[in-house]
């Protein structure tokens, strides 16, 4: 059974950093690419950043540059480094596994599996 669950969330000032954390399993790495999006309210769903299982990395333009996405050796922690956050970062964030790719500008990602979000919450 795949589980994957977020935390690290909170309300944070502008200009501020934020960690999340993701713990992953139920799954074969090697089969999948890990992600997170986001969910704002009265918005749809963004994809922001994968990491495939050969450890390429694909971004949503809108957020590269300001955040990161990596795991532990053992792909059983994905994290979301977040640099420089803004109120309209506010939203729940959610981590994934399934397939991402990217083509110019172009961010794509397909989702297996998802978890229950964390709430990032930033104030100006």
């Known amino acids: 059974e795949v589980q994957l669950v977020e935390s690290g969330g909170g309300l944070v000032q502008a200009e501020g950093s934020l960690r999340l954390f993701c713990a992953a399993s139920g799954f074969t790495a090697d089969d999948y690419a890990l992600m997170w999006f986001r969910r704002a309210p009265g918005l749809e769903r963004e994809g922001l950043a994968c990491?495939?299982?050969?450890?390429?990395?694909y971004y949503h333009d809108s957020v590269k540059g300001r955040f990161t996405i990596s795991t532990d050796n053992g792909k059983e922690t994905v994290y979301l480094q977040i640099h420089s956050l803004k109120p309209e970062d506010t939203a729940i964030y959610y981590c994934?596994?399934?397939?991402?790719?990217?083509?110019?500008?172009?961010?794509?990602?397909?989702?297996?599996?998802w978890g229950r979000g964390t709430q990032v919450t930033v104030s100006s």
């Open positions: 990491i495939k299982s050969d450890g390429t990395t």
């Open positions: 994934a596994v399934g397939r991402c790719s990217k083509h110019g500008t172009r961010y794509y990602d397909d989702l297996d599996y």
